[in-house]
């Protein structure tokens, strides 16, 4: 069978999809899942409010039954753009929003804007955003999270990690003070990934997946010059109907997972994965995702955090190829530059070009040094 030698291959080459479960028999559908001990009633497919900037692409998911919107004071516009958006409608959505302050007055003045973009007094979730290293997550912090609950303004809190997921997740459930996570999740993760996830579902924490499309290159067009090599090549490897609506289904079928936050640009994006939802995980999904794998082992950072700190010259490698993602994968090159520019200076300095013997070497396969080169190319 043609399905069993394309997967014997992916396995051989070490790229298989790390399956933990059989393929479900039914469809994931839109039914609510409860967030964790929060008790909030959320739909599994969730509006990533950074990915478009018209109104109208929420009011359709809404109108299509999503419950739940993800943005962050960080997303340029998006807090604002959904206040106006979500006018009347506040009771029937959950909000979750996010800072990157690291210290407690920044922090609590940026609820305070969030709270006043989005025209609402109360916050249903709102996270620290981005912390990969338990040590991120400062008493001082942790603090902020609660004073905020006390004073009304949030009803429960979180932290958002794209990397080194399972790490985070243990340590957070060993220090308490979190009810929520949104955890960088997809199928080009390891299964201790999964298995991570259900033991802190297990004990409470709500789970939410953000990075789900791995990155979001399925959706490069023929004409985009961003992207090196074969534009061509690459669309005829990635342009395969359904990838990126298998790679939503692929996560959902992890049932201990409460909702992914998918960043939709469109209606079509929007009614296509709504749809996505009606359809069981398959075989021929299992096998678009296994093709896409191929493709990405060289080129997309699988957030495993094991090279943070690995560059002697200092390049922070996780974050660069994040961003990277941002620019290619997502098309958001000003997110990209954005973040980029964030960096410190020293760091910006760097330019893995003029560096001959590069100091990272990725266990899953991602050519660090090339995508740093483009990276930097790209953003620098
Ligand atoms: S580049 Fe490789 S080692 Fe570094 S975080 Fe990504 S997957 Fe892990
Ligand atoms: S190429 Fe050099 S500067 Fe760039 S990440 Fe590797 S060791 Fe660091």
Redesign the pocket.
């Known amino acids: 069978m043609e399905f069993q030698s394309s997967r014997r291959s992916f396995l051989t080459a070490g790229v298989a999809l790390p399956l933990l479960a059989a393929p479900q028999a039914k469809p994931t559908g839109m039914a609510h899942r409860t967030l964790g001990k929060t008790g909030l009633k959320v739909t599994p497919l969730g509006f990533g409010g950074r990915g478009t900037s018209e109104p109208g692409v929420i009011a359709r998911a809404l109108d299509l039954g999503i419950n739940f919107i993800d943005t962050g004071r960080m997303y340029q516009n998006s807090e604002r753009m959904l206040g106006g958006a979500l006018k009347g409608k506040r009771k029937d959505v959950i909000i979750a929003t996010k800072t990157g302050a690291k210290t407690r007055a920044d922090a609590l003045a940026d609820l305070d804007t969030s709270l006043r973009e989005l025209q609402t007094d109360y916050l249903d979730i709102w996270q620290l955003h981005n912390k990969t290293r338990p040590e991120e997550v400062t008493d001082e912090l942790l603090e902020v999270l609660q004073i905020a609950k006390k004073s009304g303004k949030v009803r429960f809190v979180g932290i958002t990690s794209h990397l080194n997921v399972p790490k985070m997740l243990a340590a957070m459930l060993k220090r308490g003070g979190v009810d929520v996570m949104l955890a960088g999740y997809n199928f080009t993760l390891k299964p201790e990934v999964t298995q991570a996830i259900r033991s802190a579902r297990q004990a409470g924490m709500g789970i939410v997946a953000m990075k789900v499309l791995a990155g979001g290159f399925a959706r490069i067009q023929n004409s985009d010059a961003r992207f090196e090599g074969s534009p061509s090549a690459l669309v005829r490897t990635l342009k395969q109907d359904g990838a990126m609506t298998a790679a939503i289904r692929w996560a959902l079928k992890n049932e201990s997972l409460d909702a992914c936050a998918v960043a939709m640009s469109d209606f079509e994006q929007v009614e296509e994965n709504v749809k996505a939802l009606s359809q069981p995980y398959s075989e021929n999904d299992e096998k678009l995702l296994n093709a896409k794998l191929a493709f990405l082992r060289p080129r997309y950072c699988r957030m495993c955090g094991a090279?943070g700190g690995?560059?002697?010259?200092?390049?922070p490698?996780p974050d660069?190829l994040r961003f990277l993602t941002y620019a290619e994968g997502y098309r958001d090159f000003p997110m990209a530059r954005q973040s980029y520019l964030e960096l410190p200076a020293e760091a910006r300095r760097?330019?893995?070009?003029?560096?001959?013997?590069?100091?990272?070497d990725c266990p899953n396969g991602v050519q660090?040094?090339a995508r740093?080169?483009r990276a930097q190319e790209l953003l620098a």
């Open positions: 090279c690995v560059c002697d010259k200092g390049v490698v660069m760097i330019r893995c070009a003029d560096c001959q013997s590069c100091t990272v660090v040094r740093l080169i």
